[in-house]
């Protein structure tokens, strides 16, 4: 059995004051001063905490939202000075894609590298759109067990990456031609560019120290280089350089030490690739392609070629289909190109690693269970930086999150904290599912559940077809 | 399969129950007002330094909301829970209105906001606890919209569509709420619960040591069950022993040969809606020092009763389970709670032929002590569907009528629980 894949973490406090949900407003004239007070008894301990933090305050404005909405406190008190209210700044953190609940799970995991677990029954919507709108499925007690959760067995989240042969020759007992190669990352997920703009100076540094830490690859822009960090040796492993079209490729020497390379899909795709295997014959090279209204297609075409390995297709950062009106979800998108390529029997020759709107872990697995073999993330990492979406970047304005001030170990803490919470996450999705290994999580939807299948199937049937709201 | 003997045959008479003198609680709703001090409410009523408390408000209001209690200088808070709010401004005793002095503000009460979610709803929530308080529905001029959640899908978007005037006409005597929970004709006790529901399992850690005696005492007087949930029970429940259903989970915690004897049911948990797959956790907060000593436990420790039952990797394992039960418990009815998986009714068919007696579907939405966000949302399908799949695949296979079918998960109101035409039974959970 291989070593088991290990994220090393510790928890990392945020920088700024914590935005949460609830906070209790207090109207101390009135107060008593009795003897009870309810904000003893909080179970949470938050009052103590609030005075705590009061008496640390380094920005005036910062009010103390950390409570737990539980209301003991405010049916309790003896005059009934206290009432909870929800926080207008936590309601106005991200957008409707990226939503307060996600952007506070995501700290939440990034400080703590922990899975977030809370009880009581599950307080959302039915079902939503996008991949709220499927289920994964779970074993019951007719099959046998994989569960890896508790440590008993091992859940294997390793992918490879890279052009597959689809069946092998031997000749003396011994395989013969020639093997493409092959990368295997321990997780299913892969680190892309940040969004433009977080074009921070020490951002660099800190996503290739989380790509290193984390043992997977980051996609970075060749501008990077050369990197002025010491250990170069111990970064070009988990680097991808992207060349954009008309990019100069890496130094030889600098890209012989990379296992991954990605281009962008400008006509020229086949020369591009032919050039950097003749610089570095072991590396492999992605393709990444836009999934605008051409995409799908695109990528089942490039997919049916020889040459190409790897296919990265990008929605955009809320997982919609690039510049169309009525625009298709990822999920949707990698499902028709994953049963495309399946019906063309090249399915399994090729690596499609899927991007774009990926914010909470259980859209990698559902990505995964859609058809991809891996996923690519950028949004949440700058989250985890306490990024709150506030769509205000602006060159030379400061950010509101403060986000140039951040330190290398602060970022690279949080970022390894947050993929290793995001991997722990997908084991639990496994074990339920009794999977053992994500490669064959890949396209199995017979273990997911789709919420216009199953509305069809029991409601259809006795009231028709759901009406769109 | 073996025909079984007949109860009687095996056992003597005295040794088919328990020998704890049982509980008698009578099914009569008395007033059972809130403990806390400030209930919440959907509107707030402000009375400002303007008052000069002559008293005109307390004198108008049929409800009861300004108090001002004699010998006292000034009013008492409002008792804004019992405000109707702007359904009041129609009225001749709308105190803002007569307020000589326009001391008197009502608003909606912004705390609701942060109260419930979109599954339990503000207004369904402060209608269950007037429910628990009263007995009784809230009146309709309180304008709570507790009928149904606001979730966008499942029972929150199935209606009862009742016709203008009833096609029988019937005195509520004629109603029949009762179920029988064995339907096998197997010789073990043809037990019926008087209302479609019992209480689902809530263990001794999770939850107090009062509130399992709630249930207890209020399943006792509605004749139906309360599960012990996997933590066992304390001997203050034994004269709640008929009523009560011991449950068996991989961590064993409070399974002994005796609890399992006390019984008329026990149920095999194999897994549990709010976290399909994964197993029961109770966190280390919660293993006190009697729930420690009850489970066998160290002290304060993350207890885990991990998923599932490595002994039952096949229908014949669950079954030698079910066996070794009934052999230890000769009257006990067995219940299998499982998950709700694609093949949830494959599950269901094979409980039946393993030789339970009432399969438990447990759906997505149920409740949880503690589990992961990212199973509560994302694994296995909502019991709306699972209810269906289960139903119709027990009604193919012909044992429909050999089983009893109970769903949980998600049932918040007796219109969510009200059985669909081919519901048999629901739980709280």
Redesign the interface.
Same mark, same amino acid.
Request: charged share 15%; glycine share 20%.
């Given at each position: 059995m291989p070593e088991k894949y290990h994220i090393k973490t510790q928890p990392i406090p945020p920088r700024r004051p914590r935005v949460g949900k609830y906070g209790v407003v207090d109207w101390r004239e009135d107060c008593a001063r009795c003897h009870n007070c309810v904000k003893k008894a909080c179970v949470y301990d938050r009052y103590r905490e609030e005075n705590d933090y009061i008496s640390n305050l380094t920005e005036v404005d910062a009010l103390y939202f950390d409570c737990r909405g539980c209301f003991s406190c405010v049916q309790d008190c003896t005059k009934g000075l206290l009432c909870l209210s929800v926080n207008p700044v936590y309601e106005g953190m991200g957008n409707s894609y990226w939503t307060p609940d996600i952007i506070k799970t995501t700290w939440l995991q990034a400080e703590t590298a922990k899975i977030p677990v809370s009880g009581a029954g599950y307080g959302g919507p039915f079902a939503g759109t996008g991949f709220d709108a499927m289920w994964t499925d779970m074993s019951e007690i007719v099959r046998p067990t994989r569960d890896g959760i508790h440590g008993r067995e091992y859940i294997s989240t390793s992918v490879d990456i890279g052009r597959k042969p689809s069946f092998l020759v031997f000749e003396e007992g011994k395989p013969t031609g020639v093997f493409p190669p092959l990368l295997s990352l321990p997780m299913p997920l892969i680190i892309d560019m940040s969004p433009a703009q977080y074009s921070l100076p020490d951002l660099g540094p800190v996503i290739r120290q989380a790509a290193a830490r984390t043992d997977l690859i980051a996609i970075v822009d060749p501008s990077d280089w050369p990197f002025q960090d010491a250990d170069q040796e111990q970064y070009l492993p988990h680097m991808a350089f992207y060349l954009d079209s008309g990019t100069p490729e890496p130094p030889k020497e600098v890209l012989r030490k990379t296992r991954l390379v990605e281009i962008a899909d400008d006509g020229k795709v086949l020369e591009r690739i032919k050039k950097l295997k003749s610089m570095h014959p072991e590396i492999v090279v992605a393709v990444r392609i836009e999934l605008n209204s051409q995409g799908p297609g695109r990528a089942i075409e490039l997919a049916g070629l020889e040459e190409i390995e790897v296919i990265h297709i990008v929605a955009d950062l809320n997982g919609n289909e690039i510049g169309a009106k009525n625009p298709r979800f990822i999920k949707d998108m990698i499902r028709e190109i994953h049963t495309a390529l399946i019906e063309e029997g090249a399915r399994d020759d090729i690596t499609l690693i899927a991007g774009g709107g990926i914010a909470l872990p259980e859209h990698m697995a559902k990505v995964i269970i859609c058809g991809a073999d891996l996923v690519t993330i950028d949004l949440p990492l700058m989250i985890a930086l306490e990024c709150q979406l506030c769509d205000k970047c602006e060159p030379g304005m400061p950010c509101p999150a403060k986000l140039e001030d951040i330190n290398h170990d602060y970022g690279a803490g949080r970022m390894t904290n947050l993929i290793a919470a995001w991997h722990d996450q997908l084991i639990e999705l496994m074990g339920a599912m009794g999977i053992r290994e994500a490669r064959r999580l890949r396209g199995d939807v017979g273990r997911a559940m789709f919420f216009e299948d199953l509305e069809e199937e029991t409601f259809g049937r006795l009231f028709g077809t759901r009406k769109k709201d | 399969m073996v025909q079984e003997r007949k109860i009687e045959e095996i056992l003597p008479a005295n040794t088919l129950k328990t020998c704890v003198p049982q509980a008698e609680v009578a099914r009569e709703v008395k007033p059972a007002p809130?403990r806390?001090?400030?209930?919440?409410g959907k509107y707030v009523v402000h009375r400002s330094s303007e008052c000069i408390r002559c008293g005109k408000c307390a004198e108008v209001c049929p409800y009861g909301v300004h108090v001002f209690k004699p010998g006292y200088k000034y009013f008492a808070?409002p008792k804004d829970h019992l405000c109707i709010g702007t359904a009041c401004e129609k009225t001749d005793h709308y105190c803002v209105a007569l307020c000589p002095k326009g001391a008197l503000k009502v608003a909606e009460n912004?705390?609701t906001?942060?109260? &419930?979610?979109?599954?339990?709803t503000a207004d369904m929530i402060m209608a269950t606890w007037k429910m628990a308080q009263t007995g009784d529905v809230p009146a309709e001029e309180y304008g709570l919209q507790y009928q149904c959640g606001d979730?966008? &899908?499942?029972f929150?978007?199935l209606r009862f569509k009742f016709p203008d005037k009833p096609p029988v006409e019937l005195d509520e005597g004629q109603i029949d709420t009762s179920i029988e929970l064995n339907k096998r004709n197997d010789g073990r006790p043809k037990i019926k619960i008087d209302v479609p529901w019992y209480g689902g399992g809530m263990s001794f850690g999770s939850v107090s040591n009062v509130t399992q005696l709630s249930k207890a005492s209020a399943a006792v007087a509605w004749n139906t069950f309360t599960c012990t949930g996997e933590g066992g029970y304390m001997e203050r429940m034994r004269p709640y022993d008929d009523h009560v259903i011991t449950q068996v989970a991989t961590g064993l915690f409070g399974v002994r040969e005796e609890t399992i004897q006390r019984v008329p049911i026990v149920e095999f948990k194999?897994?549990q809606?709010?976290k399909? &797959?994964?197993?029961g956790?109770l966190l280390g907060d919660k293993n006190t020092v009697s729930v420690a000593r009850m489970r066998e436990a160290v002290l304060g420790i993350s207890l885990?009763s991990?998923?599932?039952?490595?002994s039952?990797?096949?229908?014949e394992d669950?079954m030698k389970h079910i066996d070794w039960i009934k052999h230890v418990n000769k009257r006990a009815l067995i219940s299998t709670k499982?998950?709700t998986?694609?093949?949830?009714d494959?599950?269901a068919v094979?409980?039946y032929a393993a030789g339970t007696h009432i399969v438990h579907i447990d759906g &997505?939405?149920?409740?949880?002590?503690?589990?992961?966000?990212?199973?509560?949302?994302?694994?296995?399908?909502?019991i709306?569907?699972a209810i269906?799949?289960v139903h119709g695949f027990l009604e193919a296979e012909g044992v429909r009528d050999n089983i009893t079918l109970i769903a949980s998960?998600?049932t918040r109101y007796r219109q969510g629980h009200r059985p669909r035409r081919r519901r048999r039974c629901c739980r709280h959970?």
């Open positions: - | 809130s806390f001090r400030n209930e919440i808070s912004p705390m906001e942060g109260l &419930g979610d979109c599954r339990w979730s966008g &899908g499942g929150d978007r194999y897994a809606g709010a399909p &797959g994964l197993g956790h885990f991990p998923f599932p039952f490595h039952v990797y096949s229908i669950h499982v998950s998986p694609t093949d949830v494959m599950v094979g409980s &997505g939405y149920g409740g949880t002590g503690a589990a992961p966000n990212i199973a509560k949302k994302n694994i296995a399908m909502p709306e569907y269906d799949k998960g998600g959970g």
